[in-house]
């Protein structure tokens, strides 16, 4: 079992930037690969990053490629989503997940979710 927790969402002007983290709790956080996702009202919960178990591979979403990083401290049980250049699309509720495989590109392969935070660009 994995319980996620996010934090860092809030309201940012376009261009600005914001750090995400999601805090895991359980001894097994190592074995999973993480992702983060988001969803805007009316929209499908769509693929933002993601981050292979170790750390050594990193997969981001054509939107946000070159814009967002994504980073894991295994000691520490945290991954981070550091977002750069944001701009209004980028509105949305963001959610950490974690899949006890490989990493994955789609919801379904993600096991366990957070409870999401906002994050909102202004033009």
């Known amino acids: 079992q994995v319980q996620l927790v996010e934090s860092g969402g809030g309201l940012v002007q376009a261009g600005g930037s914001l750090r995400l983290s999601c805090a895991a709790s359980g001894r097994t956080f190592s074995r999973y690969s993480m992702g983060w996702f988001r969803q805007a009202p009316g929209m499908a919960r769509e693929f933002v990053a993601a981050?292979?178990?170790?750390?050594?591979?990193?997969y981001f979403a054509d939107s946000v490629k070159g814009r967002f990083t994504i980073s894991r401290d295994n000691a520490k049980n945290l991954v981070d989503l550091e977002m750069n250049s944001l701009k209004p699309e980028d509105t949305a509720v963001y959610y950490c997940a974690a899949a006890p495989r490989v990493v994955g590109w789609t919801p379904d392969e993600y096991d366990y979710w957070g409870q999401g935070t906002q994050v909102t660009v202004s033009s």
């Open positions: 981050i292979s178990w170790s750390g050594g591979s990193t």
